[in-house]
C-alpha cells in the first residue's frame, strides 16, 4: 500500500511532516510518497535511518492559505497538492493526506479524484471528543448550503467508514437539530428526519448541541455551516478552558504543587483534548481516501492520519457507500 | 417601578422564585409583582420578614414544557404567564420575568405585549462568558428561520441593550460566519454583511465560532438556528469540562488536598461559567422589557435578572431602539 502525503500543506513546515511519515511508514508498513520540493525533502530524510518505505515525487510549487481554491487548483498544476490528487486518482497511490488550504484540497479532490457515483457532495467528517469516546461530525464545513437529500448521504457515507474504520457494527445516527423532538427545527431538518428514517442504517434521531458531550451518538449529521460553528466552537472553547485550568494551576506556589501530584490526570485530560491524536479528517464522498489535517498538524497527527488512511483503504469503506446507494438507487433523482 | 414574575414558570419550585424576588426587591427598591397561585404564594412568603416590596396576583393555571406554545397562550388564560403577560401589556407593570416554556414566553410576548414597530421577529439574546466579560448572542433561539433583514435587526436591538442596559458606548457588533473574511458564508450572511455595514452603529466583520471565547465582540449576530446551536454548546461544553475538572480534582487524596488549597481559583472559575450571575436573557424587539430565565433557575438568578429589568426599563433602551429604526426608516420595507 502506498500513501500520498503532500509534504508541502501544513504551516508547521517539512521537518514535521517528514517525522510523522517515516515512523508511519515503519510501524504500519506501508509506502508513503512525500510529495514537494526533492531538495529540501531528501536533506530532511537524512536525518533518519529507517527511510526504506518513503518515496519522493518532485513538485515545484505550493498552495497556501491565501490562494483562491478553484483557481489555485487550476493553475498551480506543479503545486505539491496538485501533484498528489492526479497521482491518486491516477493509481500510484492508496490514499491521499494535506495539512494545507481546506478550500483548496476540497475543490482538488472533486475536480481532480471525483465524486462517488451517487453522492452529490463530499463532506468533510472530523471525529470530534466526549464524555466516553469520539463521534464524527459531518458536514463540517465542505458545503455551507446543503439539502436534504445531501444530509441523508452524509448519514450513507459516515456510517460506512464507522462500521468498516472504527469497527461499529451499528453506529448510531443522530441529526443536529434544536430541540430532541421529532418535528423540530427549519426545513432543512423537517426534510431531512424522513429521509434519514428510511434509511439502512441505525438513525436515532435528533440531538441537540448541548448533549453532544454525553450522548451515545456515532455519527452527528448536520449542514456544513452549522457543523463547520460546531468543529470551531469545540476548538475554541476546549483552547479557552485548557488556557483556564492552565492558569489556576500556574496561579501560586501552591497551585504548582498542586501540579506536580496531579500530573497524570492532567496528561490524561489533556491527551483527551489532543486532536492529533485522533488524526486528521476524512473527506468522505469522493473516489479515494482523501484526508485533510490541521494547518498546524505535528509528526504525530501524520502518524495517526497515515494509519487511517491505511484502514479506510483496506476496509472497502468505498464499496460499502456504493452497495448502499445502489440499494436505495432511488436518492440521487429524489 | 414594578415588575411582573410569573412564579410558577421554574422547574426549581416557587422558594426560588420567591427568595430571589424578596432579596431583589429590597436591594434593588423595587416592587415585585408575583404571579400565581395566591395561597402557595402567601405561605412561601410567610418565612420573610421584608415583603413590604412584594405583591401577589393570582393565577391558578401554569403552562408547562410539554404544553404546545401558541395552544396554551390562547387557551390557557389563567395561567401564570398569560395573566402576567397581560399585566404587563396593561401598564400594571415595568417588566416580566419568566423561567417558563420558552416557546410559550415567546408567544406570548408577541402575541400579548406585540412587537415593537420595525421589528419584524424578536429575538433571544443571553449573555455568554469570554475570557475578558460577556458578549451577547442573538438570536439565541426564538426563530427558526430568519432573513438577512431579521439579523439586521438583531444588530439593532442588541446595540441599544448594550449601550444603555451594559454601559458600553460603542459595542463592537460581529456576524457569526464560517469564515473571517468579507464575502463568506452562505445566501444568509452575505446578504446581512452589507445590512450591517450600513447601519449606525459599530460592525466589525464576520466571526468565526473558534474566537468567540477571545473575541472583542459585545454583540454577535447569528439566526436562530445557528445561535441555538452555539448557546447549547456553550452550555453542554462548559458541563462537561467542568465535570472533567471535578473528577480530575476528587480522584485520590492528593488530588483532594490539591483541591483545597486551589479553593479560590477553582471558585472563580465556577462563577465565572455559572451562568446565573449574568440573570436571565432579555427578549428584545418587543414593545416592553421581557426576560427569559433559565428552567433550572434557582433564587439568584432571579435576583440579578430582576435587577437587569430595572435597568431596561429605567434606560430607555426602547426608544433608542425606536429612534434607531425610525432614522434608518427604509429597512422594514426592504
Given at each position: 500500500m502506498?500513501?500520498?502525503?503532500d509534504a508541502f500543506g501544513?504551516?508547521?513546515g517539512?521537518?514535521e ?6 515512523e508511519?511508514?515503519n510501524?504500519?508498513d506501508?509506502?508513503?510518497?512525500l510529495?514537494g520540493?526533492e531538495q529540501?525533502?531528501?536533506?530532511a530524510?537524512s536525518g533518519?535511518?529507517?527511510t526504506q518505505n ?5 513538485a515545484?510549487?505550493v498552495?497556501?492559505n491565501?490562494?483562491d481554491?478553484v ?7 506543479n503545486a ?8 491518486l486518482k491516477?493509481?500510484e497511490?492508496?490514499g491521499f493526506?494535506?495539512a494545507?488550504?481546506?478550500g483548496?484540497?476540497?475543490a482538488g479532490?472533486t475536480l ?6 451517487g ?7 472530523p471525529?470530534l471528543p ?8 459531518l458536514?463540517a ?6 439539502k436534504?437529500l ?8 459516515a456510517?460506512a467508514y464507522?462500521r468498516?474504520?472504527v469497527g461499529v457494527?451499528?453506529p448510531?445516527?443522530y ?6 423532538e421529532e ?10 428526519f424522513?429521509?434519514?428514517?428510511k434509511?439502512?442504517?441505525?438513525f436515532c434521531?435528533?440531538?441537540e448541541?448541548?448533549?453532544l458531550?454525553?450522548a451515545?451518538a ?12 460546531v468543529?470551531?466552537?469545540?476548538e475554541?472553547?476546549?483552547l479557552?478552558?485548557?488556557r483556564q485550568i492552565?492558569?489556576m494551576?500556574m496561579k501560586?506556589?501552591?497551585?504548582k ?5 496531579m500530573?497524570?490526570s492532567?496528561r490524561?485530560?489533556?491527551d483527551?483534548?489532543?486532536y492529533?491524536?485522533?488524526?486528521g479528517?476524512p473527506l468522505?464522498g469522493?473516489?479515494k481516501?482523501?484526508f485533510?489535517?490541521h494547518?498546524s498538524?505535528k ?7 497515515i494509519?487511517?488512511?491505511k ?6 469503506v ?6 448502499c446507494?445502489?440499494q436505495?438507487g432511488?436518492m440521487?433523482?429524489e
Open positions: 502506498n500513501i500520498i502525503v501544513g504551516d508547521e517539512v521537518a511532516v517528514v517525522k510523522g511519515c517515516v508511519a511508514s510501524d504500519f506501508v509506502t508513503v510518497t510529495v520540493d529540501i525533502l531528501s536533506q530524510l533518519y535511518e529507517n518513503i518515496r519522493i515525487v518532485h515545484d510549487e498552495i497556501d491565501s490562494d481554491p483557481t489555485a487548483i487550476r493553475r498551480k498544476k505539491s497538492m496538485v501533484v498528489g490528487l492526479h497521482m491516477d493509481g497511490g492508496d493526506v494535506s494545507g488550504n481546506t483548496a484540497l476540497l479532490a481532480i479524484v471525483g465524486r462517488l457515483k453522492i452529490d457532495r463530499p463532506a468533510l467528517a471525529f466526549k464524555n466516553d469516546g469520539l463521534f464524527m461530525l458536514d464545513g465542505a458545503n455551507t448550503n446543503c436534504p445531501n444530509l441523508a448521504q452524509f448519514a450513507i457515507l456510517n464507522v468498516r474504520v457494527e451499528s448510531k445516527v441529526l443536529l437539530n434544536n430541540g430532541a418535528g423540530k427545527g427549519d426545513a432543512l431538518r423537517k426534510e431531512t424522513p429521509l434519514l428514517q434509511l439502512p442504517l441505525h434521531g435528533n440531538v448541541a448541548r448533549e458531550p454525553y451515545d456515532d455519527i452527528v449529521v448536520a449542514d456544513g455551516f452549522t457543523g463547520n460553528v468543529l470551531k466552537l469545540y475554541g472553547l476546549g479557552y478552558f485548557g492552565k492558569g494551576f501560586n506556589l501552591f497551585s504543587l498542586a501540579a506536580l501530584t500530573k497524570g492532567i490524561e485530560f489533556k483527551k483534548m489532543d492529533t491524536e485522533y488524526g479528517a468522505l469522493v473516489k481516501p482523501v485533510k489535517t494547518g498538524s509528526s504525530k497527527e501524520f502518524y495517526y492520519t494509519e487511517k488512511v484502514r479506510f483503504a483496506e476496509n472497502n468505498l464499496d460499502e457507500v456504493v452497495d446507494i445502489a436505495i432511488v440521487d433523482h
